[in-house]
């Protein structure tokens, strides 16, 4: 398992506030984000990461459900509530998952304490 400790994770948790855990889908950010602003204040880092309700600095895992790969990254942003996935990842976050050529995965992301 991969750890992305001082990577951004951009996260816009749906379903997760009260559970520790749930599985949906994940998409990654592209290339156009670099640099700009977060919700938190943070300038986008194209190798962290995205979900939509945890609080800034939630540490979670993600797994892709199919080839069991997992990454760990902090939240620190928010994702559009009309998007469908229930995380985004950056696109590095997405190669190390095995989903960068697919462009989405059914992950599971998991609260880390």
Do not use: C
């Amino acid at each position: 398992m991969k750890s992305w400790k001082m990577l951004p994770l951009i996260v816009s948790a749906v379903g997760i506030a009260g559970a520790q855990s749930e599985e949906g889908v994940a998409s990654f950010y592209g290339d156009q984000f670099q640099g700009k602003k977060t919700a938190s204040g943070e300038l986008f880092n194209k190798d962290g990461l995205t979900h939509k309700k945890l609080p800034f600095g939630t540490k979670v895992k993600v797994t892709n459900v199919e080839n069991g790969k997992s990454v760990v990254v902090t939240v620190n942003d928010r994702m559009a509530a009309s998007k469908p996935a229930v995380i985004d990842v950056t696109h590095q976050v997405a190669d190390d998952l095995g989903f960068a050529k697919a462009g989405k995965a059914k992950v599971r992301v998991d609260v880390q304490k």
